[in-house]
């Protein structure tokens, strides 16, 4: 399916002007500059309970210009308005409608079910710039040997979509950097369809740390991320979103990952070591915060050789 023009799509809500509401892409050409077909794009946006958001991450997926691409909402048992948004624009997304399972199995049911070449996640409260589509193909294309395509993400408050942002990531990709901040973030990023093929999906049982989970273990299976710069994504920071409060299990969660690092024989005995430092300092935070949060069980193994 081709992306719809502005005119095509409902008119936004009063006030609402800027970038998806009433700007939108350039339409592509057919083919790209060296005749070849631009290739399929997936994307896949787990939606629950985002009435208030869902609307403007729709169309910021529509208004790409693109040539052919497939949108899928899996929504996961929503109970506010967030389906009736979704039926505004009917005609150019999919949606799928499944009992409450989780962010993470609503993500993976899109991976499974979409057969774009490359494929994306977005959040039902986050936002693609325009042009992504377009940056995100040509960077696939003239990057091939790359399976993850990573570009810039931007940070805003509420809605509040411009500069200032609250924080902006657009960095190579490298395991030491991940092991101390998120380096990369699925806002503006592409997988090839071969990451789901061989079998790489979203972690079900993971509510909070998902996302840092799936980028190591795309990492520790061998595939190759690259940077492309000009393919944006925007993070909307809310008083909603799960990582506005502390939650203990989200600290868990983090703990879990780092913890199984230091296991992990594919890296490095030095990236092993820091994984060992990252995890004392994870606990003595947690510790801090909640101390029932993590086991005392646990306490030896910071300090056991690596």
């Known amino acids: 399916m081709r992306s719809p023009t502005l005119a095509m799509l409902p008119k936004p809500p009063a006030g609402r002007t800027g970038w998806p509401w009433t700007e939108e892409s350039q339409q592509l050409p057919d083919l790209m500059h ?11 946006t787990p939606l629950y309970n985002q009435e208030g958001f869902v609307e403007e991450t729709i169309r910021s997926v529509l208004l790409q210009g693109y040539p052919t691409y497939e949108y899928l909402i899996v929504n996961d048992g929503s109970t506010d308005g967030s389906l009736a948004v979704v039926e505004k624009y009917s005609d150019w997304v999919k949606c799928i409608t499944q009992k409450n399972a989780g962010q993470s199995a609503a993500l ?9 070449e490359l494929i994306g996640w977005q959040n039902s409260d986050d936002c693609y710039g325009p042009d992504n589509f377009k940056e995100g193909a040509l960077g696939a294309a003239r990057n091939p040997d790359y399976q993850i395509y990573n570009g810039t993400t931007c940070g805003f408050q509420d809605n509040n979509m411009r500069p200032p942002w609250l924080f902006e990531v657009s960095e190579e990709f490298a395991q030491a950097a991940l092991l101390k901040r998120m380096c990369v973030m699925n806002q503006s990023m592409l997988f090839r369809r071969i990451v789901f093929e ?44 799960k990582s506005t409060s502390y939650k203990p299990r989200a600290d868990m969660e983090s703990f879990g990952i780092t913890r199984w690092l230091c296991r992990d024989e594919r890296l490095s005995p030095e990236l092993r070591r820091e994984a060992r430092s990252s995890l ?12 029932r949060s993590v086991p005392r069980k646990i306490v030896p193994e910071l300090f056991l050789p690596i």
């Open 280 to 291: 004392r300092r994870h606990f003595l935070m947690s510790f801090r915060r909640a101390r």
């Open 198 to 241: 061989q079998g790489v999906f979203i972690e079900e049982h993971l509510v909070y740390a998902m996302d840092t989970d799936f980028f190591w273990r795309l990492s520790l299976a061998g595939f190759r991320y690259k940077l492309l710069p000009a393919m944006v994504g925007y993070y909307r920071q809310h008083a909603a979103a």
């Open 34 to 44: 060296d005749g070849r077909p631009w290739p399929k794009i997936g994307i896949v």
């Open 108 to 116: 993976n049911r899109g991976f499974r079910t979409t057969d774009g």
